[in-house]
């Protein structure tokens, strides 16, 4: 089944804003790429703003499932590290290159407050899920773990950019393992 113009407006600008940058590509840029009319693109999304704020959502939608589905099938105990793993797959697949919504809080500043708390927001779910996910693991009342996991996961984002993947996420998994183990030590 073919995608639906909307569905294709947004898969062309997020390639675009992640590969170019969201400021430097413009209207003309997408809707070319897309292969639609600039009407088309304005009876879905009333602005570059609306469109960009629609990309940034449904991506996130995409990478909150990917870790929600890592980490239901995870037993107690490996939740974490589950999760850990898919946001390694994720940089794989999706973002080789850094994430999206960094590179969203660097464009929108001081340009859309709606955009730059948008990404924030992104960020504050992925802390989330981490917290949740050591709760399950049962290393939830470890203090500042999951504020240590985050940023060995924020890390990686940058890393993969300037070290490639493979060391990237070797140095997250030894990161997280470090810190896993030795808050366990701390439960026995």
Request: aromatic content about 4%; glycine content about 6%; hydrophobic content about 45%.
């Amino acid at each position: 089944m073919p995608a639906s113009k909307r569905d294709q407006l947004l898969a062309t600008a997020e390639q675009l804003f992640y590969e170019e940058g969201f400021h430097a590509t413009g209207i003309d840029r997408i809707v070319a790429a897309a292969g639609v009319v600039r009407m088309t693109l304005y009876n879905h999304f009333a602005s570059k703003e609306a469109l960009v704020a629609a990309v940034l959502a449904t991506r996130h939608e995409r990478f909150m499932a990917s870790l929600d589905t890592a980490t239901a099938s995870a037993v107690p105990g490996q939740v974490t590290r589950a999760l850990v793993d898919a946001h390694g797959r994720w940089l794989e697949d999706h973002s080789p290159h850094g994430c999206i919504m960094v590179k969203a809080m660097g464009e929108f500043a001081e340009h859309s407050t709606e955009i730059h708390a948008l990404a924030v927001a992104a960020k504050a779910d992925l802390l989330a899920r981490l917290e949740a996910s050591l709760a399950r693991d049962g290393l939830d009342h470890q203090d500042g773990l999951a504020r240590q996991l985050f940023m060995v996961l924020e890390g990686s984002n940058t890393a993969v950019a300037l070290q490639g993947t493979h060391t990237a996420l070797a140095d997250t998994q030894a990161l997280t393992d470090t810190l896993l183990s030795v808050a366990q030590g701390k439960t026995e």
